[in-house]
């Protein structure tokens, strides 16, 4: 139990162009998911808390115009990356907690592998 | 500023060794801890979590808590060269009203035969 799926795996753009990456949890329901930006050899960074049903949180240095997320459901969060550019190549990686088991578990998707020509 | 700190290591030990990784947080009110494991270009995945003060065993991980020094760690006995990754440290602080999962840098195992 607890998987978090990520879509798509890998994705190659052209700078300009605006890219969604799909987080669901498919067994459980998440309230709440977060998404994370791993550069290489460098510790998660979090970039934004997602409520289902409300607006995301940002953290600091995150700019949300850029950054759009979307959590319409119990089961699905989406991050899109506007405007993309070669500095946002980067591992994105989603991760949800799970209601109704440890409340404050965190379970990650297998992550999105963003390059940016 | 809440805060976790890892050593960055690389640790490295013989394989069947013991792997002793530790971490330290600034926030005394935490209440949640957890030890994630995480493989070169792989996400992160949920080894141990860990809420009261003491020992908890699961398999070949031990994790360590104590909040009076603020402190955790995880013990890893016979130590194998598939153990060899980065483990993250990550911590539940409490910020308005919900639990924000703050993680340290990661402490890089290498476990050699």
């Known amino acids: 139990g607890a998987v978090v799926s990520q879509h798509p795996s890998r994705v190659i753009c052209k700078s300009g162009t605006s890219v969604k990456i799909e987080c669901r949890s498919l067994?459980?329901?998440?309230?709440?998911m977060f998404w994370y930006r791993q550069f290489p050899k460098q510790s998660l960074m979090l970039m934004a808390t997602s409520n289902e049903g409300s607006k995301a949180t940002y953290e600091q240095g995150v700019e949300k115009d850029k950054f759009l997320i979307n959590h319409a459901s119990l089961t699905l969060s989406t991050l899109t990356v506007t405007s993309a550019h070669p500095e946002d190549s980067s591992f994105y990686i989603c991760s949800a907690r799970d209601l109704g088991r440890l409340q404050e578990t965190q379970y990650f998707g297998p992550g999105t592998r963003l390059l940016v020509l | 500023q809440k805060e976790v700190e890892q050593n960055s290591g690389p640790l490295s030990v013989p394989e069947g060794a013991i792997a002793s990784l530790n971490c330290t947080y600034s926030?005394?009110?935490?209440?949640?801890f957890f030890w994630y494991r995480q493989y070169s270009g792989k996400s992160p995945e949920l080894i141990m979590s860990?809420?009261?003060?003491g020992d908890k065993e699961d398999g070949r991980f031990t994790a360590q808590l104590n909040k009076a020094s603020q402190y955790v760690s995880l013990l890893i006995r016979d130590s194998q060269p598939s153990d060899s990754a980065t483990y993250l440290c990550?911590?539940?602080?409490?910020?308005?009203?919900?639990?924000?999962?703050?993680f340290g840098r990661g402490t890089s195992l290498i476990v050699h035969p």
């Open positions: 990550a911590v539940n602080f409490a910020s308005g009203g919900s639990y924000i999962p703050t």
């Open positions: 067994d459980f329901q998440a309230t709440t």
């Open positions: 860990i809420y009261s003060n």
């Open positions: 926030d005394r009110g935490s209440q949640s």
